[in-house]
């Protein structure tokens, strides 16, 4: 088993910052960001893979930017120049990529979520 506890989330106005953190009990070869509006389907936001590929959804990139520390395994998250539109929970999701699939994550585990709020 694996726990994953994320951390940062907040309340900011549109255009701030704010950075994700998901500390997890052991290390996994890939791992990602998710978030599901109120209302609305789970997406994923900022993926790792096992081979290191990294990929954003398109409404974010330029502006979230996902790593990891693999000594510490914490992944993080830093959201910059936000919008009402990222309000959402925020989950962070990990798990064991195969040899000959490094680039499909199963995500068998997930965090409880920390909350992102952008106001106008």
């Known amino acids: 088993q694996v726990q994953l506890v994320e951390s940062g989330g907040g309340s900011v106005q549109a255009g701030g910052s704010l950075r994700l953190s998901c500390a997890a009990s052991r290390y996994t070869n890939c791992m990602g960001w998710f978030r599901q509006p109120t209302g609305k389907e789970r997406e994923a936001v900022a993926t790792i893979a096992r081979d290191d590929t990294i990929a954003y959804v398109d409404s974010v990139k330029g502006r979230f930017t996902i790593s990891r520390d693999n000594a510490k395994k914490i992944l993080y998250l830093d959201m910059n120049s936000l919008k009402p539109e990222d309000t959402a929970m925020y989950s962070c999701?990990?798990?064991?990529?195969?040899?000959?699939?490094?680039?499909?994550?199963?995500?068998?585990?997930w965090g409880q979520g920390t909350q992102v709020t952008v106001s106008t």
């Open positions: 999701a990990a798990g064991y990529a195969g040899r000959f699939s490094p680039a499909d994550c199963p995500y068998q585990y």
